[in-house]
């Protein structure tokens, strides 16, 4: 019979398994306060050190000055302003969403684009909510600053463009910094909050005219207010630009452009310095400065006639007449013809069935090379283009540097085409037809070159055959910058360049308008067609809908005996290259040689006191 556990035994088993429960719960419990400290203090230690640090301390970033940019004789086109900046710190606000609805019932904020920026950027970074405040829009911010915690104003330099549109598509502009340029080693010390070049020189020289960044640290409080400036380290204004450009070439183009769209450029023939460059329609690089407002953004793109195309290096247009200067100087080389040798021109050219026209309906008669190139007679330089073939067109072209881009520097330059049988065949996968070298012999067909191009092959007629590479930055070198030198004869080029003056100089020459002066200019005309018209067909420019008018084209150089400028124009759906191209032409080499003139005239003598 079994004997029945005493009270106490029982009382103390009970309470020596509670006692081993609680033991195990507490040890439980300790483990994981201390795994937390661990987690705290060893793994996250960097985080929260950096959060607690920038809850009393903060660090602002200030923007070094950008470098200016400059003529070549030292006129300033871009500089910087200040303005005020409109700025939150999202972890210094309760609510940013009541804060935005807040300051956007006076101040036009993107609310919607705040937002997406808030929840983005890295902790303790100010958001820009909006650049370039009014006087009104800061008062209202100052005013009301004590009851908003975490929202604050900058000074901070905004870009300049002194002249608006002119020479913006030379200048650039700056853009905010995208999320793939964020990405790049170039610019991993940048925000979202930053501006860089993001066209034009603005965006080729970006690292030179860029300064480097200072910093402010403050002491805050918990509510994000400063307590105390505790340290500045100063930014570093960014290097000022010189470019080529002169500015009073520039002017003259741009006011002689007015109602016109197209492009033009300017060199010096010796040293390929760009003197003057103009893409029309154009827009104002300000508007960019402190972010382009959607409403702008829209109206640009959407714009028909793109004027945010860069005309002078991706405007590839057929050169019309312009071409004879190439097919003139390969017949001479390759001795197809010399200064004798004559064509007859009834007006027409027959090849195959198809009878090709010369703008000159009733045909010019007996043409030689020098008349041919005066009055730009086509049917002559279809015969030369069937003497000739197209490799041989092609290399001549390619001599001048047509068909191949300049390597200026600019984002997005286009190459043009030089075509050749090789081409075809790997382009089009189809053999060449002969038909198609009559059209390439006057610059029509599958030919396209750009402005820039142009500019440089006239250049290079100028200076006798040198290549010149184009520049659009002083480098203090002011020796020429030959690139390469077409192997054109001597005697060749001068009969090329004494027609080309004969163009401006001569009764029957197509620039004949410029002949009074007050240079000796020489150049060649020249029309490119925009659509192909049929067989015979012949209508009128005045009656053709605008962006079904011929493009005008006119090359030149001038002083005629010393070439200090080249220029080529282009005014799209102008009609005549003598009517509408000449003329800006003329006015751009005007401006620029009358200031050499005036430059080189002795200073006029103090006058002198009579003696009493």
């Known amino acids: 019979m079994l ?52 809850n009393r301390i903060r660090e602002l970033s200030i923007d070094g000055l950008r470098g200016k940019i400059l003529d070549r004789n030292g006129v300033t086109l871009v500089d910087n302003r200040p303005s005020f900046q409109l700025s939150l710190i999202p972890e210094d606000i309760d609510d940013p969403r009541q804060a935005l609805d807040y300051l956007s019932s006076k101040i036009e904020i993107d609310q919607q684009a705040a937002i997406k920026e808030i929840e983005s950027v890295k902790p303790f970074q100010p958001v820009a909510l909006k650049r370039d405040l009014s006087r009104e829009d800061v008062a209202f911010v100052e005013e009301r600053r004590i009851n908003l915690p975490g929202v604050f104003l900058e000074i901070k330099p905004i870009r300049n ?34 501006f860089i070049g993001q066209a034009g020189v603005e965006k080729l020289y970006e690292n030179g005219l860029r300064g480097s960044k200072g910093m402010k640290r403050l002491e805050v409080d918990a509510a994000g207010r400063e307590m105390n400036h505790l340290e500045d380290i100063s930014p570093k204004s960014g290097s000022n630009l010189y470019l080529t450009l002169d500015y009073d070439a520039q002017l003259a183009a741009e006011k002689s452009f007015e109602g016109h769209m197209g492009a033009a450029v300017a060199l010096d023939p010796s040293t390929g310095e760009i003197l003057a460059y103009i893409s029309k329609p154009a827009y104002d690089p300000n508007k960019f400065a402190y972010g382009v407002n959607p409403a702008d953004w829209k109206a640009l793109t959407d714009d028909e006639w793109h004027p ?45 069935n198809r009878a090709y026209r010369c703008w000159k309906k009733e045909g010019h008669g007996h043409m030689n090379v020098h008349t041919a190139l005066v009055q730009s007679c086509d049917v002559f330089f279809y015969t030369m283009g069937m003497k000739l073939g197209i490799n041989r067109i092609a290399s001549y072209a390619n001599m001048f540097g047509l068909g191949a881009k300049t390597n200026l520097g600019f984002t997005g330059e286009k190459a043009g085409l030089i075509p050749t049988t090789q ?28 402005p820039l ?42 009969t090329v360049r004494q027609a080309l003056r004969g163009v401006v100089a001569e009764p029957h020459g197509t620039a004949w308008a410029l002949k009074d002066g007050p240079f000796e200019y020489a150049g060649k005309t020249g029309t490119a067609q925009v659509i192909r018209m049929k067989q015979g067909e012949v209508v009128k420019t005045r009656d053709q809908e605008l962006r079904y008018k011929d493009h005008a084209w006119f090359v030149a150089f001038a002083p005629f005996d010393d070439p200090k400028i080249a220029v080529a124009v282009i005014s799209e759906h102008g009609g005549h290259g003598g009517e509408a191209a000449a003329p800006i032409a003329k006015a751009i080499m005007d401006a620029y040689l009358g200031k050499l003139i005036e430059a080189k005239k002795p200073a006029a003598e103090p006058e002198s006191k009579e003696e009493s």
């Open 308 to 352: 945010l195309q860069n005309r002078v290096i991706q405007g590839q247009y057929p050169p019309g007449s312009t071409f004879k200067i190439i097919m003139a100087l390969g017949a001479l080389e390759e001795g197809v013809i010399n200064t004798s040798t004559t064509v007859f021109c009834p007006g027409y050219f027959n090849f195959g």
């Open 453 to 494: 191009q142009l500019a440089r092959m006239i250049a290079a007629v100028a200076n006798g055959g040198s290549l010149v590479r184009p520049t659009i930055v002083k480098t203090g070198d002011a020796g020429p910058k030959e690139a390469e030198r077409a192997p054109i004869s001597p005697q060749n080029m001068d």
């Open 423 to 450: 081409w075809k065949e790997r382009a089009r996968k189809e053999k060449w037809m002969l038909g198609e070298t009559v059209s390439c012999a006057i610059g029509q067909g599958y030919v396209l070159t750009t």
């Open 3 to 54: 004997k029945p556990r005493p009270e106490s035994e029982i009382f103390f088993k009970r309470v020596r398994s509670k006692s081993l429960v609680f033991t195990i719960v507490m040890a439980l419990g300790c483990a994981v306060i201390t795994m937390r400290l661990w987690h705290l203090q060893v793994i996250q230690y960097a985080t929260l050190a950096s959060k607690a640090e920038n």
């Open 161 to 194: 463009y002194l002249f608006g549109e002119l020479g913006a598509h030379a200048l650039g502009y700056l853009g905010a910094i995208s999320e793939s340029q964020l990405l790049s080693r170039e610019f991993a010390k940048f925000s979202r909050n930053d």
